[in-house]
């Protein structure tokens, strides 16, 4: 119970894009076709899950047992940059197409602060190795969530009679804000 | 903090750093795309300027779209012609000569010929004086004068002169295009280097009214479309164009003088390779 409350928590009520304003740049960037954003969600995702675990390791294995905790940040930022990397070269290998949707998007996961702030969630709210994984799934599922329902708006409003100043990037904004007041509405449940 | 500490810090750090390397190394083996080495040479071989000359967004799609078939050599309008020549051998193609295109800037209307309606105080730029009511000149047609194509240049080949109009280094221009999207007055034209005779005028106010707002406009008076053959020159919404398909490249002996306001110019070009080419077509 506590593992499904920590998921849906992570994934919901503390969504990472729409009540903790994290990892902004893909969800207004990568949020225009729903199967790009899924692609994108799924990249995200699997960047979180294998940093939470390695991070979880690096922080209690290495830096809490040598008393190095300070360098918990620049050590994250390795594995995560890392991680983006192999991701990378894996989906280039595996889709094409793929990689170039995704295009810059896709490098730019290193500097998403949605990955670095879930590590160093993990580490603030003293996760053990299971929790951290079952937030980290959370959290990845949160951020698709995010995505997706922003992909659906979107794909919906380029036929719609948007009044023309606040075409493009405008209501985009407008959306962005109204979805996250939604998301608000869970706030305090867990 | 003492020493072991620092110690500690680089040994982690730089074990994880070692580790992850590795770790990377290993996929890129594993994971390693083969493209066509072909891709590679012919980007090499472009400008690299990224300008988006050919429509695409960098010289790197264009070299991946030319040798996947759906780009023609002659899409990059800043590549001169070693290189297309180059390129084509690359791709086992007849190398396709394309006429150097020029940025040419059709308006004369600068500080010194236009009329003046005020002063304008608002943002430097070509885009904000047009939106916000056309800077300070009378003409709603002409060069606005803030620079805004000489910003846009990749190839520095543009420069404002004191007159506060922009001119064309001919040699250094490349054709990319990009100035006559940055102009939103569409004062710069595109075209074939041979094409020396212009109507150097937008304005297409009536005979009246352009004459008040620039000494060098095209009235629309259509002296000159009477004293050329027909179908050479044809009015257009008070405005002359000049049919450059009709008579072929060389346009010298159309009549500029016929111009009352000089609006028609024919240009002597800055190209010195252009004019020994000319002396030489010249002598023939």
């Known amino acids: ?190 | 903090m003492d020493l072991a500490s620092i110690a500690v810090s680089m040994l982690s750090m730089g074990g994880l750093g070692a580790l992850f390397a590795t770790g990377l190394v290993l996929a890129n083996k594993k994971l390693y795309v083969e493209e066509d080495p072909r891709i590679g040479q012919v980007a090499s071989l472009l400008p690299g300027a990224n300008c988006g000359g050919c429509g695409l967004p960098g010289c790197a799609n264009f070299a991946e779209n030319l040798v996947g078939g759906n780009i023609e050599i002659s899409g990059c309008p800043v590549c001169n012609d070693e290189a297309r020549a180059e390129i084509a051998t690359i791709m086992g193609l007849e190398a396709q000569k394309g006429e150097k295109i020029v940025a040419r800037v059709l308006c004369q209307g600068g500080n010194y010929e236009s009329a003046k309606k005020g002063e304008y105080l608002g943002i430097e730029s070509c885009t904000a004086a047009h939106i916000s009511g056309g800077g300070d000149k009378l003409c709603l047609y002409g060069c606005l004068g803030y620079g805004e194509c000489v910003d846009s240049c990749p190839f520095d080949a543009l420069h404002m002169s004191e007159n506060g109009l922009p001119v064309v280094d001919e040699d250094t221009c490349t054709g990319c295009g990009n100035c006559e999207d940055a102009c939103p007055r569409g004062v710069i034209g595109m075209h074939p280097v041979s094409h020396t005779l212009f109507v150097a005028c937008k304005n297409e106010d009536s005979p009246k009214d352009s004459r008040q707002v620039c000494i060098k406009a095209c009235v629309g008076c259509g002296l000159c479309v009477r004293g050329v053959e027909e179908g050479l020159m044809t009015m257009e919404n008070n405005l002359a164009r000049i049919d450059y398909h009709l008579y072929g490249t060389d346009c010298r002996e159309l009549p500029t003088e016929k111009c009352s306001t000089n609006a028609i110019i024919l240009l002597e070009s800055v190209s010195k390779e252009k004019s020994v080419e000319r002396a030489e077509m010249a002598e023939v």
Not at chain 1, 74 to 83: E, K, M, W
Not at chain 1, 155 to 176: D, K, S, Y
């Open chain 1, 1 to 190: 119970m506590t593992y499904f409350l920590l998921f849906f928590s992570a994934a919901i009520v503390n969504n990472f894009v729409l009540s903790y304003f994290l990892g902004i740049c893909p969800f207004v960037g990568v949020s225009k076709k729903i199967s790009s954003a899924v692609s994108m969600g799924m990249a995200v995702t699997f960047v979180m899950l294998i940093s939470a675990v390695v991070t979880w390791l690096i922080y209690h294995m290495i830096l809490v047992p040598f008393h190095v905790e300070i360098l918990e940040y620049v050590s994250f930022i390795l594995v995560i940059a890392s991680l983006v990397q192999l991701v990378e070269m894996f989906i280039r290998k595996v889709s094409k197409p793929l990689y170039d949707t995704l295009g810059i998007y896709l490098p730019l996961i290193t500097t998403n602060c949605a990955i670095l702030g879930l590590a160093l969630f993990s580490v603030l709210r003293e996760y053990a190795f299971l929790e951290s994984v079952v937030f980290a799934l959370g959290a990845g599922a949160g951020f698709t969530l995010a995505l997706v329902i922003m992909a659906g708006i979107r794909e919906e409003l380029a036929l719609a009679p948007v009044p023309r100043h606040f075409q493009g990037a405008g209501i985009t904004m407008i959306v962005a804000g109204a979805l996250a007041l939604a998301f608000m509405g869970f706030a305090g449940m867990i």
